[in-house]
Each structure stands twice: as structure tokens, then as C-alpha cells.
């Protein structure tokens, strides 16, 4: 009888776990929704030029064919739609695609710490940037002419790309991958990149440095409707592709060969999540430079508050990562004004101190 009255209690609490834990994701949802829309409205106001939230409004709604009772000159409406719009719409889907990829491949590689870095993707997408920059008078000379104003984007997610294809590659044993193998893979594949980028550094002039120094720190400054127009399929295939393997990356908790059971194919998983991952990361990677910690800190914040059901992480990591960057957009650009931070410095300042508060908190929950 006290067996029973045991069980049964269990359930019951079990029970009331799951309601508190569905009622905060729903409610952490919500509240990312309305704090992003409330968030893009202040960037579209604030910046160099005063801009208030009714004009802001009144120009968004002129874009649609109605009117509100503000008034906007030509200029501010010129100012938002062709300059800030753009940048807001860029850090949006970058904000969201880092978060949303840092989550997967915390799922894929069983570790709260991973983030698409081990990949070799962010290391890949530096070296052929840099080496753009550093031999684009020379042996890639036809190659910059050939493609403009798009030769860092499309080399930068190229090398993105292919690096962690050579991961992918280097991690299989006879047809099959396991997590250590591409971590160490990945680990030699970030050493070779950024070595051979060392050297290139070595050799570059000053303004190359200058290029260089900004572009690896990551900014969002001079995005066009045309950068955003040639990422869009790119972000919206992570976006829109990683969340259908929710259930997938929730049956690797379980580890691999119980995945298997379940009926998942394991090894076909790993690999388009990791090709979802390098496609969205490269794009990112390629019109802002490295910005750190969104794919770090956002998952993990986020699987402590609600768990790891990757169902409810996924679109939320999205929503939050698209909130952290926009803050830290906002940030990068009023702090100096005129001038302007790269953006990866803000996240790293913000980021940094948090994820370290974030480690300290969990190692006293767990009495170490």
C-alpha cells in the first residue's frame, strides 16, 4: 500500500513539474515576442538622427498604406527605410540563426558548452576572408573583380562551408561519425585555419590590418536591402529546417544507440544538422564577421529556465538570440556616436560576465 501511495505520488509531481515547465515556456515565448517587437521599434528610433517612436510609427504605417497622427520629414523616412531597416532586419535573422544553431549543436554534441565554433566554421569563413582582403591585389585579383562588392560575404561562407565539410569528412570511420571524432577533427581544423590566418595577418599592410581587425570583431554597419535580399535563403533554411529535427535532437539526450531504437536515422541527423548549422553560421558569419557568445549563452540560459526539450529551446533560442543582438546593435552604435564599436565587442562584454555568472550559479546548485 505505501508502495502505491509512493508511486502515485510520484506521478503527481511529476505531473505538476510538467504543467510548471510547459506554463514557463509558453510564458518565456510570449514575453520574447512582444519584448523583440517592442525592441525593433526603439531601433528603428534610436540612432544619430532623432527619430521618436510616433514618427517611427507613423513611417512604418505610411509603408503600408496608412496614416498616424505624426509627422516624419523625407529624410527620417530615408534614415529608416533604406538604412536602418536593413541593419535591424540583418541582426534580426544573424541574432537568431547564431542562438538557434548554438542550441543544436549543444543537443548534437551532448555538452551545454558546444557552440558552432567547434565546427571549424567560424575559424573556415576567417581565413578565406582574410585572405580576400590580404591577396585581393594579387593572386585573387580576377577573383574580387569577378564578384564586386559580394567577393568577402561569398569567400567568407565558402570557407565556412568547406571547413566543416573537412571536419565532417575527417570524423567519419566507415561511414559513420561519433561526437569525440568530430571534436578532435575540429579542434585540428580551427588550429590549421588560424594558423595559416596568423600568417596572412603577418604579411598584411596596415589598412589591411585595419580591415582585418574590424571585420573579425564582427559589425553590422552598411548592410544593405541587397546583403539582406542574398542571406535571406540561407538564414530561413537553419530558421526554418533546424526545428524539425527538435525530436530528433531530444532522442540523442538519450544517447545515439537509443536514438537509433527509437527509430531515428542517427548518422543522417548529425550530418544535416551540421550542414544546417555551416550554412546558416557561414552566411552569418560572412556579412557581420565573428560575433560570440549569441550561440553560447542563449541555449544555456534558456535550458535552465525551461529544460531541454529542444521543441520549446529552438524557437526561443531564435526569439532571444534575435533580442540579445539587437540590444547589442543598439549598444554598438550609441556608446561612441558618431562613431561606432563592433558589435562583437558588446556581446562579448555582455555575454562574457553573464555566462560566467550563469557557470558559478549552476556549479552552487550542484553543491561543488
Same mark, same amino acid.
Given at each position: 500500500?505505501?508502495?502505491?501511495?509512493?508511486?502515485?505520488?510520484?506521478?503527481?509531481?511529476?505531473? @505538476?513539474?510538467?504543467?510548471?515547465?510547459?506554463?514557463?515556456?509558453?510564458?518565456?515565448?510570449?514575453?520574447?515576442?512582444?519584448?523583440?517587437?517592442?525592441?525593433?521599434?526603439?531601433?528603428?528610433?534610436?540612432?544619430?538622427?532623432?527619430?521618436?517612436?510616433?514618427?517611427?510609427?507613423?513611417?512604418?504605417?505610411?509603408?503600408? %498604406?496608412?496614416?498616424?497622427?505624426?509627422?516624419?520629414?523625407?529624410?527620417?523616412?530615408?534614415?529608416?527605410?533604406?538604412?536602418?531597416?536593413?541593419?535591424?532586419?540583418?541582426?534580426?535573422?544573424?541574432?537568431?540563426?547564431?542562438?538557434?544553431?548554438?542550441?543544436?549543436? @549543444?543537443?548534437?554534441?551532448?555538452?551545454?558548452?558546444?557552440?558552432?565554433?567547434?565546427?571549424?566554421?567560424?575559424?573556415?569563413?576567417?581565413?578565406?576572408?582574410?585572405?580576400?582582403?590580404?591577396?585581393?591585389?594579387?593572386?585573387?585579383?580576377?577573383?574580387?573583380?569577378?564578384?564586386?562588392?559580394?567577393?568577402?560575404?561569398?569567400?567568407?561562407?565558402?570557407?565556412?562551408?568547406?571547413?566543416?565539410?573537412?571536419?565532417?569528412?575527417?570524423?567519419?570511420?566507415?561511414?559513420?561519425?561519433?561526437?569525440?571524432?568530430?571534436?578532435?577533427?575540429?579542434?585540428?581544423?580551427?588550429?590549421?585555419?588560424?594558423?595559416?590566418?596568423?600568417?596572412?595577418?603577418?604579411?598584411?599592410?596596415?589598412?589591411?590590418?585595419?580591415?582585418?581587425?574590424?571585420?573579425?570583431?564582427?559589425?553590422?554597419?552598411?548592410?544593405?536591402?541587397? @546583403?539582406?535580399?542574398?542571406?535571406? =535563403?540561407?538564414?530561413?533554411?537553419?530558421?526554418?529546417?533546424?526545428?524539425?529535427?527538435?525530436?530528433?535532437?531530444?532522442?540523442?539526450?538519450?544517447?545515439?544507440?537509443?536514438?537509433?531504437?527509437?527509430?531515428?536515422?542517427?548518422?543522417?541527423?548529425?550530418?544535416?544538422?551540421?550542414?544546417?548549422?555551416?550554412?546558416?553560421?557561414?552566411?552569418?558569419?560572412?556579412?557581420?564577421?565573428?560575433?560570440?557568445?549569441?550561440?553560447?549563452?542563449?541555449?544555456?540560459?534558456?535550458?535552465?529556465?525551461? %529544460?531541454?526539450?529542444? #521543441?520549446?529551446?529552438?524557437? #526561443?533560442?531564435?526569439?532571444?538570440?534575435?533580442?540579445?543582438?539587437?540590444?547589442?546593435?543598439?549598444?554598438?552604435?550609441?556608446?561612441?556616436?558618431?562613431?561606432?564599436?563592433?558589435? %562583437?565587442?558588446?556581446?562579448?562584454?555582455?555575454?562574457? =560576465?553573464?555566462?560566467?555568472?550563469?557557470?558559478?550559479?549552476?556549479?552552487?546548485? %550542484?553543491?561543488?
Amino acid at each position: 500500500m505505501s508502495s502505491t501511495a509512493t508511486s502515485l505520488n510520484e506521478s503527481l509531481n511529476f505531473q @505538476q513539474l510538467k504543467i510548471v515547465k510547459d506554463s514557463r515556456k509558453q510564458m518565456t515565448f510570449w514575453f520574447l515576442v512582444i519584448s523583440l517587437l517592442l525592441m525593433c521599434v526603439s531601433s528603428l528610433s534610436i540612432g544619430a538622427m532623432p527619430i521618436s517612436t510616433g514618427q517611427t510609427l507613423a513611417i512604418l504605417a505610411d509603408l503600408v %498604406g496608412l496614416q498616424l497622427p505624426w509627422e516624419f520629414s523625407f529624410s527620417q523616412e530615408t534614415v529608416i527605410t533604406s538604412i536602418r531597416a536593413p541593419r535591424l532586419m540583418m541582426a534580426l535573422l544573424i541574432g537568431s540563426v547564431l542562438a538557434v544553431s548554438g542550441a543544436a549543436m @549543444q543537443g548534437l554534441f551532448l555538452n551545454p558548452l558546444a557552440d558552432p565554433a567547434l565546427m571549424g566554421i567560424s575559424s573556415g569563413a576567417t581565413l578565406a576572408a582574410v585572405a580576400v582582403i590580404v591577396l585581393e591585389a594579387t593572386i585573387l585579383h580576377e577573383f574580387s573583380v569577378w564578384m564586386g562588392a559580394f567577393s568577402l560575404p561569398i569567400s567568407a561562407f565558402l570557407g565556412g562551408f568547406l571547413a566543416t565539410l573537412l571536419v565532417y569528412h575527417f570524423a567519419l570511420n566507415k561511414g559513420r561519425s561519433d561526437v569525440s571524432s568530430l571534436l578532435l577533427a575540429g579542434i585540428a581544423i580551427n588550429a590549421l585555419t588560424g594558423s595559416i590566418t596568423g600568417l596572412l595577418i603577418y604579411t598584411a599592410n596596415d589598412e589591411q590590418l585595419r580591415t582585418i581587425t574590424f571585420w573579425t570583431m564582427g559589425s553590422l554597419s552598411g548592410i544593405s536591402w541587397s @546583403q539582406v535580399i542574398t542571406g535571406l =535563403p540561407f538564414f530561413l533554411s537553419t530558421l526554418y529546417f533546424l526545428p524539425k529535427f527538435s525530436r530528433a535532437l531530444n532522442a540523442l539526450l538519450l544517447g545515439e544507440a537509443e536514438a537509433g531504437h527509437l527509430g531515428f536515422p542517427v548518422e543522417r541527423v548529425k550530418l544535416l544538422v551540421i550542414l544546417l548549422v555551416a550554412l546558416g553560421v557561414g552566411a552569418s558569419v560572412s556579412f557581420a564577421g565573428i560575433i560570440g557568445f549569441v550561440g553560447l549563452v542563449v541555449p544555456h540560459l534558456l535550458r535552465l529556465w525551461f %529544460g531541454p526539450d529542444h #521543441c520549446s529551446l529552438l524557437p #526561443c533560442s531564435a526569439l532571444l538570440g534575435a533580442l540579445l543582438l539587437l540590444l547589442a546593435d543598439i549598444f554598438a552604435r550609441t556608446l561612441v556616436s558618431p562613431a561606432e564599436l563592433p558589435i %562583437g565587442i558588446i556581446t562579448g562584454i555582455l555575454g562574457g =560576465p553573464f555566462f560566467l555568472w550563469l557557470l558559478r550559479r549552476q556549479r552552487i546548485a %550542484g553543491g561543488h
